[in-house]
């Protein structure tokens, strides 16, 4: 048997305690390598062959930690966001858990698939719990369960004197009732199915009712599992934004806009005040506020959430009329006076331009 020695050395590789166990039982004597070196096969036991088989095992048992070298490729593996692909060597790899559970990605569906039938399983045990619950359900599910218990005899081969009669099982063309025993036949098959007409109804009406109840469950969860991937999402989605409104340093302000046009005071505009961060994170997320109108060319907004420092754009349900975008830094009274000028027309009558400036 191999010594404690090897024992060590194969602990000091990461070999799982099972395989460890497994090496132990195995007959014969092993020289302990020297260094990090693989033991050599002794006498004819076959130890050293044993053992690298073993240790090829270890190496390729799932779950196990990710390698050093792996790098991460999103959106190629079929599953949740921390299942990823690993570009370097070919497997599925956990995000979460910094462990590899799949060889490739074939591997990956056909373990998820294994698992969906499972889950399958679990759920179709609540489903008959829950029809026994309904009245009269416990009568549908005694009959689905006295025909699985009839299974020693059911499906059994046909008698050599069956007759069959066409026309009278309701069911499928190949059941057919046999006139010398009363019993329902799968000529497909050539296998009795059913001890009578009687009792192939009532094996096909439970099945039918458990059918529906599967279907109906399954519906639910799917739709359960929808509505928390949603729920998900949006928690994800609030989370990120409340990072980037942090990494921007998003401030309430008041913004007072004053709109002087050519004419006078511009009254009569429907406003909109969008802001966003001019670099880093939040560059590419707006703030946009609706500014309400007080007459006399002043639009005003109370405790709009902008950026500290950034770039803010006004924008209007008039195609004719465009504001200049202003850069801007959020003053420390909170309160930022803008005003708009309009410019004289130039090329294009029909288009009115007003120049943006904080009004100090």
């Not at 489903?127 to 009568?139: D, H, L, N, Y």
């Amino acid at each position: 048997m191999p010594d404690e020695r090897m024992q060590q050395w194969l602990a000091g590789l990461g070999v799982p305690p099972a395989i460890l166990a497994m090496v132990k039982n195995i007959p014969g004597d092993s020289s302990t390598p020297a260094g990090n070196a693989a033991p050599a096969a002794s006498g004819t036991d076959g130890v050293g062959a044993i053992t690298a088989g073993l240790l090829r095992q270890a190496a390729t048992a799932l779950p196990r930690p990710m390698q050093p070298d792996c790098k991460i490729l999103r959106n190629k593996v079929p599953g949740p966001r921390n299942i990823v692909l690993c570009a370097t060597h070919g497997h599925v790899v956990d995000t979460d858990t910094q462990m590899i559970v799949a060889k490739d990605v074939a591997d990956y569906k056909a373990r998820a698939k294994t698992a969906a039938v499972d889950t399958a399983k679990t759920i179709g045990k609540a489903t008959i719990a829950g029809v026994e619950a309904i009245p009269g359900g416990k009568t549908v599910i005694d009959g689905v369960k006295g025909a699985l218990a009839d299974a020693a005899q059911l499906p059994r081969p046909m008698q050599p004197d069956c007759k069959l009669v066409h026309g009278k099982v309701p069911g499928p063309k190949n059941h057919l009732l046999c006139a010398a025993h009363g019993h329902v036949v799968d000529i497909k098959t050539n296998m009795i199915i059913a001890n009578d007409v009687a009792s192939y109804k009532e094996t096909a009406a439970a099945a039918k009712a458990v059918q529906g109840v599967v279907k109906k469950a399954l519906t639910a969860v799917e739709n359960a599992a929808a509505d928390a991937k949603k729920r998900a999402d949006a928690e994800a989605a609030a989370q990120k934004e409340a990072e980037i409104d942090k990494a921007v340093g998003v401030v309430p302000v008041e913004i007072s806009l004053l709109v002087n046009g050519v004419d006078g005071p511009a009254d009569g505009l429907k406003l909109l005040a969008s802001a966003s961060a001019d670099h880093g994170v939040g560059e590419g997320r707006g703030y946009v506020n609706a500014l309400r109108e007080n007459g006399k060319g002043f639009y005003a907004g109370k405790g709009v959430p902008i950026p500290s420092t950034g770039i803010l754009y006004i924008g209007t349900d008039k195609e004719t009329i465009r504001f200049d975008i202003l850069r801007y830094t959020a003053p420390a009274n909170g309160v930022l006076r803008l005003k708009a000028t309009e410019k004289p027309a130039t090329g294009n009558a029909k288009l009115r331009h007003f120049e943006l400036t904080i009004d100090a």
